[in-house]
């Protein structure tokens, strides 16, 4: 099983609501990411965790806020978004073996679409 | 620091046309690997293939073929005979050591019946 699944695909909010993300895995792998994806661009880098620990933030704004609950799951919690936010949320997994981890493909999800008004 | 080029912003081309997506890539590493993602219409990023620095062989898949030239700091893609079900926007990327994934700016592909 290569699966990454996220629930919801589609999330519209508004900017003062709080809502979730939600990622799953059962590939055995312990790092597991989160990606934002602008239409035309490529997907940049948010968050990184290795064996349930926050390992890379990459200067996100506090109002994203990850959560990795065990091993396999891994949430983005969102709460008073700017329109600007709206995008393509992505997560992806890989192995995650130590010093070796440059190596490892990741296997993405299918997305949430985001959509702040 | 790592950089991936992909020239191609757009490449337009009829079924069964064989068509290359350029990939060009910077790194000062010794060790590092190259990977090509598709990423079709409804969203997900589909791994195609990874490379690492010391492996200059090429490779076939199927229809799919990667060309990686060190000499030129190139890792190019060739569709053979294109497919409708081929366009999709295709990305090339570079990881290095402990550094994070870097994603080439992508190259649209449209294959039109």
């Known amino acids: 099983d290569t699966e990454v699944t996220q629930t919801p695909k589609h999330l519209v909010m508004g900017m003062t609501n709080k809502k979730s993300l939600k990622c799953e895995q059962h590939?055995?792998?312990?790092?597991m990411y989160w990606y934002k994806q602008k239409a035309k661009k490529p997907p940049e880098l948010m968050f990184v965790?290795?064996?349930?620990?926050?390992?890379i933030n990459e200067s996100v704004p506090s109002r994203f806020s990850p959560e990795c609950p065990n091993s396999s799951l891994l949430n983005l919690h969102l709460h008073a978004l700017q329109p600007e936010d709206s995008a393509l949320y992505l997560c992806?997994?890989?192995?995650?073996?130590?010093?070796?981890?440059?190596?490892?493909?990741?296997?993405f999800g299918p997305g949430t679409r985001l959509t702040v008004l | 620091a790592q950089k991936v080029t992909q020239a191609q912003t757009e490449i337009s081309v009829v079924e069964k046309e064989d068509v290359t997506l350029d990939c060009v890539y910077e790194?000062?590493?010794?060790?590092?690997?190259l990977f090509w993602y598709k990423q079709p219409p409804s969203g997900e990023l589909v791994f195609l293939i990874r490379?690492?620095?010391?492996?200059?062989q090429n490779e076939i898949s199927g229809r799919y073929s990667w060309n990686f030239q060190k000499s030129t700091s190139s890792f190019n893609f060739t569709i053979t005979a294109s497919q409708v079900v081929d366009s999709a926007v295709y990305f090339c990327?570079?990881?290095?050591?402990?550094?994070?994934?870097?994603f080439g700016t992508g190259t649209r592909l449209l294959v039109s019946p």
């Open positions: 992806a997994s890989s192995r995650g073996l130590a010093g070796g981890e440059s190596r490892n493909e990741q296997f």
């Open positions: 990327a570079l990881r290095a050591g402990f550094q994070k994934l870097v």
């Open positions: 965790y290795s064996y349930e620990k926050l390992s």
């Open positions: 490379r690492n620095s010391f492996d200059e």
């Open positions: 590939m055995g792998h312990r790092a």
């Open positions: 790194t000062r590493d010794t060790t590092y690997y």
